[in-house]
């Protein structure tokens, strides 16, 4: 079932209300509760931001751009410019009761065709890593530009993603840049449980055709990650130092939901949502 967008409301500091801010932020923090595919990862800032921080957010010469259908909110984006003159995309925020509609994609279209209009050319956003974002992203035509840590502190990785609004919309790869790595990790759903393999970073072929959950980087030794592996809680080392059985589903290991939050030098580089793992050769090539 799609849930079509009737109106886009622009609001700025010049025409925010108190009531409406309130309204805003109480909106934001119920679509971002519970909103997460996997449970283990710290709550979205969506989740708890207040007022205040709307304000400022706004003070700055950002704006939201608030979506309605039948009267109702049932969506909203921010959006700010950013200092290279592109436009800068967050808190994409859905209805709980409208989600799964295609709901935040069309609000991300409007958006594009209004940016388009007023003469921006790129449009720039992040996505959490460990929150499956990437995929979503990715089929809505944003290409994966760099990996880095969140400003915020938390233990993710956040992908850089972009979208040049000069070219046709297609899907993009699920795989940026190489941030450095020394090795990957492949996490796969198997029938006894998951499966964790290490590889060369350049290796495009390991279990080709098997069901893939996940991709992190591992930017240190490349001795040290089979013992970190071998040691999570629990793993079931098998002959092959870099292949680690777990007996039990892949959002039950810690190191695979958060992995930096086992060392910080293991950075989610994909992850699909549970049901809809992929393959390997889906990371480099469009769908």
């Known amino acids: 079932m799609t849930t079509h967008l009737s109106t886009l409301t622009t609001i700025t500091v010049n025409n925010v209300q108190p ?29 708890t931001e207040g007022v205040r921080q709307l304000l400022r957010f ?10 309605r259908t039948d009267n109702r909110v049932v969506g909203l984006v921010r959006t700010s410019v950013l200092p290279d003159g592109a436009l800068w995309v967050s808190r994409v925020a859905v209805a709980p009761w409208a989600r799964g509609r295609g709901v935040g994609a069309e609000l991300l279209v409007r958006v594009e065709g209004i940016a ?20 979503y992203y990715a089929r809505l035509g944003y290409r994966v530009v760099a990996y880095h840590p969140p400003d915020d502190g938390r233990p993710l990785t956040e992908a850089g993603m972009e979208r040049d ?25 198997t029938a006894a449980g998951t499966t964790a393999v290490v590889a060369e970073p350049t ?9 893939l959950g996940g991709l992190d980087a591992w930017l240190g030794d490349p001795e040290d990650l089979p013992d970190l592996l071998c040691t999570a809680p629990g793993a079931r080392p098998t002959g092959d130092p870099c292949v680690v059985d777990f007996p039990f589903d892949r959002n039950d290991i810690p190191l695979h939901v958060c992995p930096r939050m086992s060392h ?11 049901g809809d793992e992929r393959t390997m050769s889906d990371l480099h090539t469009r769908e």
């Open 19 to 47: 009531d409406t801010a309130e309204r805003l932020v109480a909106f934001t923090r119920q679509a971002y509760a519970n909103s997460d595919p996997v449970p283990g990862l710290p709550a979205p800032d969506g989740s």
């Open 203 to 211: 290796d495009r072929s390991v279990r080709h055709g098997c069901p």
């Open 264 to 274: 910080d030098g293991l950075w989610a580089l994909v992850r699909f949502r549970p």
């Open 116 to 135: 388009a209009v007023e003469g921006f050319r790129v449009v720039r956003l992040d996505a959490v890593i460990e929150r499956c974002l990437v995929p």
């Open 165 to 189: 609004l000069a070219l046709p919309r297609q899907p993009m790869p699920y795989r940026g840049p190489d941030p450095g790595a020394s090795r990957i990790v492949a996490w796969y759903a």
């Open 58 to 67: 706004l003070d700055d010469g950002g704006s939201v751009q608030v979506a």
